[in-house]
């Protein structure tokens, strides 16, 4: 019996044995690997700050309660969970969050399908849409990670490196390929672009996570590339594909600006060139303090020019890789096509006097550069869709498309490819599943990240608030000033800004004020953020708003725009025009709370009962752990070791020191890592490095037993674990065991005098 | 079967349409007040067919449930449960009605829910071990009516399939007379 089968259920084996031919080997060692890291996590044998950054690269992410305490409108009670942790302070039996990685937003009919059970199954029946084009499921219980992520490896999707200190999605904008305006299809590029760094070696050592994105058109919204840590936006020179090239772009608490890096970079040059920002990231970019570790902090530090610099110059170095243009050659592979005759390509399209549906077809569908089709937005509300909805979708879009569906950054789908003239019969099928609402990409369609409601680092109710603007707003949609219909309103429930506070119009973040004794849950309003050309430019903060005024707030502010902008004036220069003091002096009358004895609703939070209280807020993982290379080997030698003493369990002799061996070969190249990141595999290399760096220098040798268990790693070299008998593997397991015991003490030593990283170069 | 990740829907009389607040209200209390480890409620009334409103737990979760468009107490297990199928089918039943008891007799709300306990779906919530296929039904049919002929009788209920493949595995229960929840609780002690 495996350490699998010891923890696994029916269920999972059924999964495991029925996939097993469907999944990439990469991914099936992938979740193989998570599986047994799981099994060894809860014998004790990983601690919790390497399990937590092994869980979050997988994509498992905490969730809010899950350190035990949940406030209740009283007081802060404990959950009674058992005493078994995934993570520092995070109990191992609290539900948490899988954020499943999308790249470019892609989605077929298949998947949908495949999402909507997922969801049922081990979720709440909720897909959650993000703002970078993922798909969420909450409440997710950690033993059933592994049958998930396999089959979601049957439909090509891995959730490798969704979060932690990773090169997450690699989002584009999701009307590319179809769009009027762009200069050409970049979903290929963004495709190669993901394949190219999940799980680079260049890739694996960072101080915080990396966000790519991709745009088609520079004027356009939704690639984003100007919030992001690189980003590349389509070009034509000289006949020629290639991008403007950005880098240092973020938002979070105090947003940066993406710099131009290059005007040009040719499309055979895009993977080197972000290969060797990974790389100088990974070396150069700070690993302890966490707040400071984004790129954007190195490029400031470094100052642009010199980062720029130091980048060419890795660039340069980089050993010559094939696949950087290999993808080139089939470019076409993605394209998508139609299922169903073209309609008349007359644009805009014509109103039936059906106000309700005229008003979806000006909001929520979108010309295409190919005549006679339309890119449909369904609309979700905060970004939700049930799992029958979902499933539902899937078989609308069977009747009307290819799969051609893309998430959006907004929190909706875009489904591409329907003919114009399926329009009418398309929402009628959306109505009948409740996915007609109007308003997409306008004031109606408030983007919320999770807020109090699943994240730990929620301090208000940013779905609570995003519920009831949009109730309020779409009561008075319909006869709105185009201009006020057109503002974005963006809520995050915290400074860190996943919703991308910073570059609506109209954006909030959580915070939360002192009023007379009382805690009361507040956002920080921020005016005058674009959400076009790429989010080019960030909104100012302008003041405090009592949660339960914003509704008012909104209402006062946009009746302001509308009486006085002056003709063709944007949100943006209005409010630079009007200045923060005059807005905030036309609000006082609507923001002062009034006490708790008069009005006690200001004390709750919006979409809860409870009285507001931050106390039960927790510590957040969206910066992962640190958490080395030399830890994850050192973690990858233990797991061969118990591999190895299972075969061993289970008579086969031979497997068994084979693991064993690898064991001891992981261990040392782990130690190597400190010095090298790129130390090779091959056991010799390894066993050279080894003798010379560790054992010949006497970094390795015990306090005690001296260069003992280095002794026994030399001798395994020369067996390599094969050959030996029953007694004799039985002895050359404890051995490799005292081995791997040996590699970690020499790291704790190394730590502790501060000496990892030091020889570390570009 | 080793019959895992069972609900159990129990649905609302017509009529008695939600407030939602109530029931947000309603399901927060069990949190501290429960022996089960509940861990937090969230409000989906903003979408249709599927949650309205969740209590999150760990062995077990509850919810007011619009899933097919209809309107009821949903119970789901959501850790393995350990026991003879009998005895997973009896104690899961059992705790649904003992929750329904709970809200019919919960004063946060105006209009007391009241539940058809004639009118209720049973679900295997796991397509690994059972999905919705005849074979399946025919493997978990004696079982489950060995605990339904104790409810309402046997011969006094239909057990209809859902059709849809695609659907996890469900069963919709259907008696021919009125069953109370206190009557149901009876039976099954």
């Known amino acids: 019996m495996s350490q699998q089968e010891l923890y696994t259920s029916d269920a999972a084996k059924y999964w495991k044995e029925a996939l097993s031919g469907k999944i990439t080997p990469l991914w099936k060692m992938n979740v193989d690997e998570f599986e047994s890291d799981i099994a060894l996590k809860k014998m004790g044998k990983i601690d919790h700050k390497l399990f937590a950054e092994t869980r979050l690269r997988m994509g498992a992410y905490g969730q809010r309660y899950d350190n035990g305490h949940r406030y209740d409108g009283k007081t802060v009670r404990n959950i009674p969970f058992p005493e078994a942790f995934k993570g520092p302070d995070t109990y191992w039996d609290a539900p948490g969050m899988q954020r499943i990685k999308l790249p470019w937003g892609g989605l077929s009919a298949d998947q949908m399908d495949l999402f909507a059970d997922l969801a049922e199954e081990y979720s709440d029946g909720i897909c959650h849409i993000t703002t970078r084009q993922a798909i969420q499921l909450h409440y997710i219980h950690i033993e059933n990670c592994p049958s998930m992520y396999r089959r979601l490896g049957a439909l090509g999707i891995t959730t490798r490196e969704a979060c932690g200190n990773a090169v997450r999605n690699v989002s584009a904008d999701p009307m590319t390929g179809v769009s009027p305006t762009e200069v050409f299809d970049v979903t290929p590029y963004a495709q190669a672009m993901?394949?190219?760094?999940?799980?680079?070696?260049?890739?694996?050592?960072?101080?915080?996570?990396?966000?790519?994105?991709?745009?088609?058109?520079?004027?356009?919204?939704?690639?984003?590339?100007?919030?992001?840590?690189?980003?590349?936006i389509a070009k034509m020179k000289d006949g020629k594909r290639g991008f403007e090239f950005y880098v240092g772009g973020g938002l979070g608490a105090v947003p940066y600006s993406a710099h131009l890096f290059s005007d040009f970079v040719s499309e055979d040059e895009i993977l080197p060139l972000a290969q060797a920002v990974c790389r100088?990231?990974?070396?150069?970019?700070?690993?302890?303090?966490?707040?400071?570790?984004?790129?954007?902090?190195?490029?400031?530090?470094?100052?642009?020019?010199?980062?720029?610099?130091?980048?060419?110059?890795?660039?340069?170095?980089?050993?010559?890789?094939?696949?950087?243009?290999?993808?080139?050659?089939?470019?076409?592979?993605?394209?998508?096509?139609?299922?169903?005759?073209?309609?008349?390509?007359?644009?805009?399209?014509?109103?039936?006097?059906?106000?309700?549906?005229?008003?979806?077809?000006?909001?929520?569908?979108?010309?295409?550069?190919?005549?006679?089709?339309?890119?449909?937005?369904?609309?979700?509300?905060?970004?939700?869709?049930?799992?029958?909805?979902?499933?539902?979708?899937?078989?609308?879009?069977r009747k009307y498309i290819k799969d051609s569906v893309r998430t959006v950054v907004e929190q909706n789908l875009l489904v591409r490819w329907v003919s114009q003239n399926d329009l009418p019969a398309f929402y009628a099928d959306l109505k009948a599943i409740g996915l007609h609402l109007p308003g997409a990409e306008s004031i109606l369609d408030v983007t919320a990240c999770p807020g109090t409601d699943t994240c730990k680092l929620g301090v208000s109710s940013s779905r609570g608030l995003a519920g009831e603007l949009r109730k309020q707003l779409a009561e008075k949609s319909t006869h709105m000033d185009d201009a006020v219909r057109n503002l974005r309103i963006k809520i995050s429930g915290c400074f860190n800004s996943c919703s991308h506070h910073h570059i609506a119009d109209i954006g909030f973040y959580g915070i939360s004020r002192n009023v007379a004794g009382y805690v009361v849950p507040h956002f920080q309003m921020v005016l005058g953020g674009q959400f076009q050309h790429n989010?080019?430019?960030?909104?100012?903060?302008?003041?405090?708003?009592?949660?339960?005024?914003?509704?008012?707030?909104?209402?006062?502010?946009?009746?302001?725009?509308?009486?006085?902008?002056?003709?063709?004036?944007?949100?943006?220069?209005?409010?630079?025009?009007?200045?923060?003091?005059?807005?905030?002096?036309?609000?006082?009358?609507?923001?002062?709370?009034?006490?708790?004895?008069?009005?006690?609703?200001?004390?709750?939070?919006?979409?809860?009962?409870?009285?507001y209280s931050v106390k039960d807020k927790g510590m957040g993982e969206c910066a992962g752990e640190v958490v080395t290379l030399t830890d994850f080997g050192l973690k990858a030698a233990d797991r061969e070791l118990f591999e190895g003493q299972l075969r061993f369990e289970s008579g086969d002799v031979v497997s068994a020191g084979s693991r064993a061996y690898n064991g001891m070969v992981l261990a040392a190249q782990a130690l190597l890592k400190l010095n090298d990141i790129d130390i090779s595999s091959n056991p010799d290399i390894v066993m050279e490095r080894f003798t010379k760096e560790f054992h010949d220098t006497g970094v390795f040798n015990d306090p005690f037993a001296g260069p003992k268990f280095a002794q026994y790693y030399f001798q395994a070299h020369t067996h390599r674990g094969q050959g030996l008998d029953k007694d004799k593997t039985s002895l050359f397991l404890h051995e490799a065991q005292l081995f791997v015991e040996a590699a970690h003490s020499c790291y704790a030593r190394m730590s502790m005098a501060d000496a990892s990283t030091s020889s570390a170069t570009v | 079967m080793n019959l895992q990740n069972i609900q159990w829907k129990i649905h609302l009389a017509d009529g008695s349409a939600p407030n939602v607040h109530e029931w947000f209200k309603a399901l927060g209390t069990w949190i501290p007040d429960s022996p089960e480890v509940f861990v937090d409620v969230a409000d989906y009334s903003h979408v249709q067919d599927g949650p309205v409103i969740f209590l999150s737990g760990h062995n077990v979760a509850y919810s007011l449930d619009g899933t097919g468009r209809r309107l009821g107490l949903l119970y789901e297990r959501r850790q393995p449960a350990e026991g003879s199928n009998a005895e997973k089918l009896n104690e899961s039943f059992t705790s649904t009605l003992q929750h329904a008891a709970l809200l019919e007799a919960d004063g946060t709300f105006k209009n007391k829910p009241k539940f058809l306990v004639g009118d209720v779906k049973f679900f295997v919530n796991n397509r690994g071990i059972a999905p919705n296929k005849d074979a399946t039904f025919a493997t978990l049919k004696p079982e489950l009516e060995a605990l339904l002929n104790k409810v309402y009788g046997a011969g006094a209920y239909t057990l209809t399939r859902e059709p849809d493949t695609r659907q996890r595995f469900t069963v919709h229960v259907k008696a021919k007379a009125a069953v109370s929840v206190a009557e149901a609780l009876k039976k099954l002690a």
């Open chain 1, 194 to 232: 993901f394949e190219f760094l999940l799980g680079h070696p260049d890739a694996q050592d960072f101080g915080r996570k990396f966000k790519i994105a991709f745009s088609g058109d520079k004027e356009g919204s939704s690639g984003l590339v100007n919030i992001h840590d690189l980003g590349l």
């Open chain 1, 280 to 397: 100088v990231y990974a070396r150069l970019g700070e690993k302890k303090k966490r707040h400071r570790a984004r790129i954007k902090f190195l490029v400031a530090d470094m100052g642009f020019e010199k980062f720029r610099e130091t980048v060419l110059e890795a660039r340069a170095k980089l050993p010559f890789d094939p696949t950087w243009a290999a993808y080139i050659k089939d470019l076409n592979r993605l394209d998508e096509k139609p299922s169903r005759p073209a309609g008349n390509g007359v644009w805009p399209i014509a109103a039936t006097g059906d106000a309700e549906y005229d008003f979806w077809v000006k909001t929520n569908v979108k010309q295409q550069s190919q005549a006679g089709y339309a890119a449909v937005i369904v609309t979700l509300p905060l970004g939700d869709i049930t799992s029958n909805q979902m499933r539902d979708l899937a078989a609308i879009c």
């Open chain 1, 535 to 611: 989010g080019g430019t960030y909104g100012i903060g302008v003041g405090g708003i009592a949660s339960k005024a914003v509704p008012g707030v909104v209402e006062k502010i946009t009746g302001m725009y509308s009486q006085h902008r002056r003709p063709d004036e944007n949100f943006h220069a209005w409010v630079e025009r009007t200045g923060k003091a005059t807005i905030m002096q036309s609000l006082q009358d609507i923001i002062e709370v009034p006490p708790y004895e008069t009005d006690k609703s200001y004390y709750v939070d919006w979409g809860d009962v409870r009285e």
